[in-house]
């Protein structure tokens, strides 16, 4: 396989670190993104390149793709779009401001960083643009509203974007995993802590029920995979002739995608209420 070149954002841990190190061994040229210069060493050591880059912040982006350009020589044959954290609580109790910083890290630092590249790709041609969406960005759970309004928007545009590209020679492809071996609880727990205030929260009983259950070591969603079992959809998505639209990892990602063409909203309801 030719060396190709990719930008993956969000490689500090989780998927991103084992896209990361996985596409480097498989021999693709990663360019791989943290947001903090100590997780940068453990990448660097394994002989991959690493940039700082805050999706929050344009002056990071723009300095990360003004980066990525001079690396390359002007090319990029792919960016995977990754870094991500769950904002969990009740719809009503959550923010102005909670739902802001969801979507700044979740969807817009994306989106700017995606229409940055896109240019790079025109010009020679070929490319693909790969989206780490979720399960929840077309089934909704209680108590991850914000993180599900934030990966169904992800979706709507990824969708769009894939019907404008058509005939560029550039393909945009959603990763849509259930749940998978991460660091996103831990995240999850400090913007819990950030924005949530549970004793003034109709939701209070359920806040100090989920709190305790936090605190038993090992925890984890039945049906849960490691993060390779992303990987290997990764592979298909960027290899493939014609890659697919969606892959959908884990069996809860099918089973939810079938469940909600089959069955009547009220009983898909019923379902999601009782997870």
């Not at 943290?34 to 929050?56: F, S, Y």
């Amino acid at each position: 396989m030719d060396c190709k070149s990719v930008l993956i954002t969000g490689c500090s841990s989780g998927i991103g670190r084992c896209l990361a190190e996985g596409l480097h061994q498989r021999g693709y040229r990663v360019i791989a993104s943290v947001r903090q210069t100590k997780d940068l060493a453990a990448l660097q050591q394994q002989g991959i390149e690493c940039l700082l880059l805050d999706v929050r912040d344009s002056d990071s982006i723009r300095a990360a793709v003004a980066t990525v350009t001079e690396l390359t020589g002007g090319t990029l044959y792919a960016l995977i779009n990754n870094g991500a954290y769950a904002q969990p609580g009740a719809v009503e109790d959550l923010s102005r401001a909670a739902l802001r910083e969801q979507f700044e890290t979740n969807l817009f630092g994306w989106h700017e960083l995606t229409c940055q590249i896109l240019p790079i790709m025109r010009r020679q041609g070929y490319g693909r643009v790969l989206q780490l969406s979720s399960l929840l960005g077309y089934v909704t759970l209680t108590y991850r509203g914000a993180y599900s309004a934030s990966k169904y928007a992800l979706e709507a545009l990824t969708d769009t974007l894939r019907l404008e590209l058509h005939g560029s020679g550039i393909y945009c492809c959603l990763i849509e995993p259930g749940p998978i071996e991460s660091r996103i609880r831990a995240n999850s727990i400090l913007a819990y802590q950030r924005h949530i205030v549970p004793a003034t929260s109709a939701h209070r009983r359920y806040y100090e029920a989920v709190e305790k259950r936090l605190e038993k070591e090992g925890h984890a969603a039945p049906f849960t995979l490691p993060p390779e079992a992303v990987l290997k959809k990764v592979i298909h998505a960027l290899e493939s002739r014609k890659p697919k639209a969606r892959y959908r990892v884990t069996f809860p990602a099918h089973l939810f995608a079938w469940l909600k063409r089959l069955l009547p909203d009220t009983w898909l309801d019923a379902l999601l209420r009782s997870i």
